[in-house]
């Protein structure tokens, strides 16, 4: 008997203003894996060892803890770590990962005669023989545990999630399980159910927001042709955050995300949901999602919707990454600066890593737009270059007064209407129902005035375009401030002449110490984040 598909999935992102200690962590999953109301009801918990610190005894500290409640892990609920991936952390601590499986399901398996950790999810997934690499290294795992503790020898017992979350793989992901698939079964393993997680919040950080969207919707779309060719069920998850640049997974815009993510069968509650915006709302996100997402119809695009989508990808990211390359150095700074709210490795550092630059050459390739494809291509930056982690990313600019959701979609919105006309408009509003929710959610918190005092006048002047021209075409006005507003605009401006002092822009200090002076701006990015339901 198959496994139930879990609708909902804590992590353990740091986007919320309370900061979590991965001694507190155990105890938040059990918490949130325990029905409601004595706990969130949530129903799988994605124990993070992806550029992290947690301890390899966490997943059976979850286990115990959940068994000691009577909840049995594996049936009733899900524990799903997120190991970390061979290629940009190593293979020791990947293994390190799969060993702390082990030894949650001999502990469980003592208790109750049950396997409580039955998948693992791969991030930064490249292709089909990486995710089939580690589905190798985990029979390895399988085998000694069995030599050593007598566990079962089933090599399918523990699947792989594989995490996509970059371009070309996100277009092509198709291809990718389709390999995935075939090599399964020229080495004997079964898959009869194939999970993948989609991460909405990278391919926005180095594409923009909407692109996400649409390669999202791409990818959940493109990959139920697996199902029927190969008789295997498909069961997406997006993972995302509440603010709208990172997925609007909120209960106020839930209706929007199930309508534009059809098919998925799993949505992410990240910290921000659970601690900003508070227990009752994500209990009863948690219901609906309970409720909705089994019989959700999945996306169908037909081949000339699909190359109209890609294109349209294509006009704003070229938007988008004429912004991003303007505003990275300096944002960068302000990342840096944000407060860590787990206890994550440095991006900079021998055991941690940073994301790299966009790639729009790879995404150029998919463009049926020859010459939209070629502009495109003009756009690729040679070299390396660590950017920050989107959490931190769009913190930072939340910061200073310029949301990121906005940044290339008036110019995008205004290219399609004038480059293809307003058939191909419309289909694009037609088939992102959630976008004037995202972008009137995003404008509430423009203050370009603040933001021009860090940024370069060339990026403010499109910034102010793409703001014109969502309101010309979504109706959305840009300052329509309530109270809550203009405190919220109050502590930008106390907080400007600091911030500007610590990364670099302004000589003069405003206060002689500066460890004062990055608490008082610690404190205000905290109660900036409070204020909008999440710090990033």
């Known amino acids: 008997m198959k496994n139930k598909i879990p609708t909902s999935m804590m992590t353990q992102h740091p986007?919320?203003?309370?900061?979590?200690?991965?001694?507190?962590?155990?105890?938040?999953a059990i918490f949130s894996l325990t029905p409601a109301l004595e706990g969130l009801g949530i129903e799988e918990t994605m124990v993070d060892f992806e550029g992290k610190l947690t301890p390899y005894q966490q997943t059976?500290?979850?286990?115990?803890?959940?068994?000691?409640?009577?909840?049995?892990?594996?049936?009733?609920v899900f524990v799903t770590p997120r190991i970390p991936s061979g290629i940009e952390e190593g293979v020791f601590r990947q293994l390190m990962a799969l060993m702390s499986v082990v030894e949650s399901n001999y502990q469980a398996w003592k208790k109750s005669k049950t396997y409580a950790i039955k998948e693992v999810i791969l991030p930064m997934c490249p292709g089909a023989e990486e995710i089939?690499?580690?589905?190798?290294?985990?029979?390895?795992v399988i085998n000694l545990a069995h030599k050593e503790f007598g566990l079962s020898k089933n090599r399918d017992l523990i699947q792989v999630i594989p995490l996509i979350e970059t371009v070309p793989q996100v277009i092509d992901v198709y291809s990718i399980f389709k390999d995935y698939l075939i090599g399964c079964k020229k080495i004997g393993l079964k898959t009869d159910r194939l999970r993948f997680m989609l991460g909405f919040s990278d391919l926005a950080l180095t594409y923009g927001m909407l692109p996400s969207a649409l390669l999202s919707k791409i990818a959940i779309a493109d990959s139920y042709r697996l199902q029927k060719e190969f008789k295997v069920e498909i069961a997406p998850i997006l993972g995302g955050g509440?603010?709208?640049?990172?997925?609007?997974?909120?209960?106020?815009?839930?209706?929007?995300?199930?309508?534009?993510?059809?098919?998925?069968?799993?949505?992410?509650?990240?910290?921000?949901?659970?601690?900003?915006?508070?227990y009752d709302k994500?209990?009863?996100?948690?219901?609906?999602?309970?409720?909705?997402?089994?019989?959700?119809?999945?996306?169908?695009?037909?081949?000339?919707?699909?190359?109209?989508?890609?294109?349209?990808?294509?006009?704003?990211?070229?938007?988008?990454?004429?912004?991003?390359?303007?505003?990275?150095d300096i944002v960068s700074k302000i990342s840096d600066l944000i407060p860590r709210q787990r206890d994550r490795l440095a991006r900079k550092s021998e055991v941690g890593y940073a994301r790299d630059l966009p790639h729009p050459l790879e995404l150029s390739g998919?463009?049926?737009?020859?010459?939209?494809?070629g502009e495109i291509r003009k756009l690729y930056k040679k070299g390396k270059r660590e950017l920050p982690r989107t959490i931190s990313y769009t913190a930072a600019l939340y910061s200073i007064g310029l949301p990121p959701e906005i940044i290339g979609v008036g110019r995008g919105l205004r290219e399609v209407d004038e480059r293809y006309g307003r058939r191909v408009l419309d289909l694009l509003l037609d088939n992102y129902v959630g976008l004037k929710s995202d972008l009137a959610f995003a404008c509430k918190f423009v203050h370009l005035a603040n933001a021009a005092e860090f940024l370069k006048p060339k990026v403010i002047s499109l910034v102010e375009e793409d703001l014109r021209f969502i309101e010309k075409y979504l109706g959305i006005k840009r300052y329509e401030k309530n109270k809550q507003d203009k405190f919220y605009g109050t502590i930008l401006e106390t907080m400007k002449p600091m911030l500007k002092q610590v990364i670099g822009v302004e000589e003069?200090?405003?206060?002689?110490?500066?460890?004062?002076?990055?608490?008082?701006?610690?404190e205000w990015i905290l109660r900036l984040g409070k204020m909008r339901g999440s710090l990033g």
């Open 60 to 76: 059976s500290q979850i286990v115990m803890g959940l068994l000691s409640k009577g909840i049995v892990p594996g049936k009733d």
């Open 132 to 140: 089939l690499s580690v589905r190798e290294r985990i029979i390895d």
């Open 508 to 522: 003069e200090s405003i206060i002689s110490d500066e460890g004062l002076e990055s608490g008082l701006i610690n």
């Open 242 to 278: 509440v603010l709208p640049f990172r997925g609007h997974l909120s209960l106020e815009n839930i209706d929007n995300v199930i309508r534009d993510y059809g098919g998925v069968r799993t949505l992410t509650i990240q910290s921000a949901m659970r601690y900003d915006h508070g």
């Open 15 to 28: 986007d919320a203003s309370t900061y979590i200690s991965i001694q507190k962590e155990p105890e938040e």
């Open 282 to 328: 994500t209990r009863k996100l948690v219901e609906i999602l309970k409720e909705k997402l089994p019989s959700s119809a999945p996306l169908k695009f037909d081949e000339n919707l699909r190359s109209d989508l890609v294109n349209i990808v294509g006009v704003f990211v070229k938007h988008y990454l004429v912004c991003f390359y303007g505003l990275i």
């Open 366 to 373: 998919f463009l049926t737009d020859e010459a939209l494809a």
